[in-house]
Each structure stands twice: as C-alpha cells, then as structure tokens.
C-alpha cells in the first residue's frame, strides 16, 4: 500500500511502500546514488539505495536508519547552532544583495529560522528526551 508523503520542496509524487520511500527516477539520480556511496563510504549513515522499482522510481530504505550514539549525543545542540547558521546565511545575503537568498530573507524565510532557532536551544532538553540520550 502507499503512503503519499507531503512536505518535502523537491519532488512531487513522493510515496512510502513498507519500509521504503519511492520518488520519481530522474536524470541525476544515478550521480546522486552514486555521491551517496561515497558519503556511506566514508562513514556517514545515510538511507540505503534500492535502485528502481517496477513504476521505475528510486527506492530507498528509510526506517532502520540510526545516527551512531556521538552524533545522537550531539544533536539537541547541533540543531539550534545549525537553524542560527541558516538564519545568518540568510541575513548576510540579505545584507549584500546576494540571490536569491536576499529575498527569501526578506520574504520571511529569515524570521523563520531564527524562530526555529530559537525554539531548537530553548526545547533542547526536550530534543534530547525524543532522542533518547
């Protein structure tokens, strides 16, 4: 059975089947599965790649995957820090005309990270509760 997913910003008709999500199969994606090797190689966990299923889209395996326990450890922290980075991206660019960030700040985009910045350093104890460490 599938499960439409909604809320990702680069793919329409994403589905999960099972213990996999499926995505449309596009020209960069054998570039992208085999950069995602590379990274996997080099000791970064990321969703193992299936290949195509039968209605030709990418499948990847998503649940099973786990951060080892130092990154778990770090995360509640990391994401605040990380959200605060996007946000001063965001406003340098804003700052010194650079685009399209320049507008996506101005259109709001900037407010919103710094508010998830926010909400991330003033939950991280709550963060760390969900993750378990």
């Given amino acids: 059975m599938e499960e439409p997913l909604a809320g990702g910003n680069a793919t329409a008709s994403v589905v999960r089947v099972g213990e996999t999500v499926r995505k449309p199969w596009l020209s960069s994606t054998p570039a992208v599965a085999r950069l995602m090797a590379v990274v996997q190689d080099a000791g970064i966990d990321v969703p193992a790649h299936l290949g195509a299923d039968a209605a030709a889209r990418l499948a990847a395996i998503i649940d099973g995957y786990a951060p080892a326990d130092e990154l778990r450890a770090a995360l509640p922290a990391t994401l605040g820090t990380r959200a605060a980075a996007m946000h001063a991206m965001l406003r340098d ?15 709001g985009h900037g407010a919103y990270w710094a508010g998830v910045a926010e909400y991330a350093r003033t939950h991280e104890a709550e963060w760390a509760r969900a993750l378990d460490v």
């Fill in 93 to 107: 660019a804003a700052a010194s005309g650079v685009e399209p960030w320049s507008t996506m700040f101005t259109e």
